[in-house]
């Protein structure tokens, strides 16, 4: 259990699990740093995977089937945009629909396109290649560990540090701060804030669907209704455990990966799968807790401190 092996397979697992975890986490911070809180991740990954398992089977072309889960995915989000922000729905209800939207049109769709009634499109998609890094792979347990990921591993791992330059080096991620820590201040500087908060939903919805494509054109070579498997949801968690803070995030999407990984190796070892299989979201829930006593002492130390300076 504990060679060098064992080791090396637990770990390129932890990377190759953290892959939509990351994806999600980094579409999630967007919107929440505009100041609004999307829910329907998970949604829009599901509804994503199921795109470019549909487009790349049927033009069989890996780049028009990663435009079609990308398009799908941000149309989805921007819709719920649309409906929060200029609709006046509630954000939450509205997240809750598309989840269970996506639930239902996925498997609908499968049976328009193949007749089946089945959670599965038999239809073989395309898959993105796996990248050996030169030099990186010859060497021992390193290149074991790093090399030899799909494609989109490497692009989730790049994508934290354009979120990073986005949302704090450029002038649009000024914009997306300003109006997520106070509307009414951006407004009066000339800042459109449903403008910025609509084209935050929608770089949440490109970016998520790149986990969503991941799932069914890398992880898997097909489509299944319960490929996401709450990975949209853990990711969300990632996000809010980090306060928005893209490195932070990562590691975090990560640590939940490790537990992930490490549950699904385990199970090779015949120990009980379902106390395994609850493992990730357990982890979840003490971690939410644990940050959540973090931030209320860490606020009773500001009140203190702040009662002292008055006195």
């Known amino acids: 259990m504990f060679s060098i092996s064992f080791l090396t397979s637990l770990l390129f697992s932890t990377i190759r699990l953290s892959t939509p975890l990351i994806f999600s986490s980094m579409g999630g911070l967007i919107t929440r740093k505009s100041g609004s809180n999307n829910i329907a991740l998970e949604g829009t990954m599901l509804i994503s995977a199921m795109a470019g398992a549909v487009f790349s089977a049927y033009a069989q072309n890996l780049f028009i089937g990663l435009l079609g889960a990308m398009m799908s995915g941000l149309l989805i ?24 939207l ?58 934290v540090v354009a979120v ?17 820590e106070s509307e009414k201040a951006a407004e009066s500087v000339g800042i459109n804030v449903i403008g910025i908060k609509i084209l935050a939903f929608a770089l949440t919805g490109a970016i998520c669907s790149l986990g969503g494509a991941y799932m069914s054109m890398g992880y898997l070579s097909w489509f299944s ?11 969300m968690s990632a996000m809010n455990l980090s306060n928005a803070r893209p490195f932070r995030t990562m590691f975090i999407a990560i640590m939940f990966a490790f537990v992930d990984a490490l549950a699904m190796t385990l199970q090779t070892l015949n120990l009980p799968a379902e106390p395994l299989q609850m493992l990730p ?31």
Not at 145 to 155: C, D
């Open 77 to 100: 989000s921007v819709f719920m945009g649309f409906m929060s922000l200029k609709m006046s729905a509630d954000m939450t209800l509205t997240g809750i629909s598309i989840n269970r």
């Open 164 to 180: 990073w330059f986005l949302i704090y080096k450029t002038p649009l991620g000024l914009q997306i701060r300003a109006v997520g």
């Open 102 to 159: 996506a639930d239902g049109l996925t498997i609908f769709i499968i049976f328009l396109l193949v007749g089946d009634k089945g959670t599965t499109i038999k239809l073989p998609s395309l898959t993105f290649p796996t990248v050996n890094i030169p030099i990186i792979q010859d060497i021992p347990f390193l290149g074991s560990v790093i090399s030899g990921h799909n494609l989109l591993t490497y692009v989730a791992f790049l994508v």
């Open 225 to 235: 209704a319960s490929m996401i498997a709450g990975r949209g949801f853990i990711g």
């Open 281 to 311: 979201y357990l982890i979840t829930i003490i971690a939410l807790i644990i940050f959540a006593k973090h931030d209320m002492a860490r606020e009773e130390k500001k009140k203190k401190e702040l009662l002292m300076a008055k006195e």
